[in-house]
């Protein structure tokens, strides 16, 4: 699944996302924080168009109490 897909899928279920600001090299990949209701969870930042790890996708849909089998695309993607 796309980057840009799957954080439109997450908007559109209520998610509200909080990009945290990068000081030097060593921080590591850049995240956002999603939010649903009491939920949270990071989110990698990536391309708008390359693919996520299925395995990012499904932990961050478990932390938010989303069900992936409602996400877009064939349903071995995840």
Same mark, same amino acid.
């Given at each position: 699944? =796309? !980057?840009?897909? *799957? =954080?439109?899928?997450?908007?559109?279920r209520?998610?509200q *996302? /909080? !990009?945290?600001?990068?000081?030097?090299? !060593?921080?590591?990949? &850049? /995240? %956002?924080? %999603?939010r649903? /209701?009491?939920r949270?969870?990071?989110? $990698?930042?990536?391309g708008?168009?390359? #693919?996520?790890? $299925?395995r %990012?996708?499904q =932990?961050v849909?478990d932390?938010?109490?989303? #069900? &992936? !089998?409602g996400?877009?695309? &064939?349903a071995?993607? %995840?």
């Open positions: 699944m =796309r !980057s840009d897909t *799957f =954080r439109n899928w997450l908007a559109e209520g998610c *996302f /909080e !990009s945290h600001e990068q000081h030097g090299r !060593s921080q590591g990949h &850049p /995240e %956002v924080t %999603v649903r /209701e009491e949270t969870a990071r989110l $990698p930042l990536g708008a168009h390359e #693919d996520m790890d $299925p %990012v996708v =932990r849909c932390q938010l109490g989303l #069900d &992936p !089998s996400l877009p695309g &064939p071995s993607r %995840v």
